[in-house]
């Protein structure tokens, strides 16, 4: 598309499709992130030290974490604890969310959040995975999924 103008101004503003392709999560040990995942039922494909899971209209991409680093042109600074970001799995109910929260345990996640009572009338929990990836498990009404699910944001009347 390029860029367009923006009405009463000369620059221009960027159209970047509104989508995410792939997340990629840097792992120390990508064998071990690999069998974490796949004892979640996930089913991957290794490709050059590389591992690759569809998940639904994205993937998911587990990376040796100096390599992604590197690739992504900064430094590494391997600190310990909340990176300020979580992924979110979101479930049809209740009870799946405390089922997905079982088998996250048992594949060897850390549940840092019980299931509980959301303030937005949901049901969700947390896991960390063996690379300390944090995991949102929720179920959320007003968030309906597809059969394939795939999310709808509601439109909140806000801009």
């Known amino acids: 598309m390029g860029a367009v103008?923006?009405?009463g101004y000369r620059?221009?503003?960027?159209?970047?499709e509104q989508r995410i392709s792939l997340v990629t999560l840097g792992v120390?040990?990508?064998?071990?992130?690999?069998?974490?995942?796949?004892?979640?039922?996930?089913?991957g494909q290794e490709v050059e030290e590389t591992v690759f899971f569809q998940a639904g209209g994205i993937a998911i991409v587990l990376w040796g974490r100096d390599k992604l680093a590197d690739d992504a042109g900064v430094e590494d600074r391997n600190t310990a604890g909340f990176g300020g970001m979580t992924l979110a799995h979101n479930v049809r109910s209740r009870i799946e969310v405390d089922e997905v929260l079982g088998d996250a345990a048992n594949a060897g996640a850390e549940i840092t959040q019980a299931a509980r009572e959301t303030f937005y009338g949901g049901y969700a929990?947390?896991?960390?995975?063996?690379?300390?990836h944090v995991w949102?498990?929720?179920y959320n009404p007003?968030?309906?999924?597809?059969?394939?699910?795939?999310?709808?944001?509601?439109?909140?009347?806000a801009s």
């Open 5 to 7: 103008p923006v009405r």
């Open 11 to 16: 620059r221009y503003v960027a159209e970047v």
């Open 28 to 43: 120390a040990d990508v064998m071990r992130a690999r069998t974490f995942y796949e004892r979640l039922g996930w089913q």
């Open 125 to 132: 929990g947390c896991f960390t995975d063996p690379d300390g």
């Open 136 to 138: 949102e498990i929720a």
């Open 142 to 157: 007003g968030f309906p999924l597809g059969r394939d699910g795939a999310i709808t944001i509601p439109d909140f009347g």
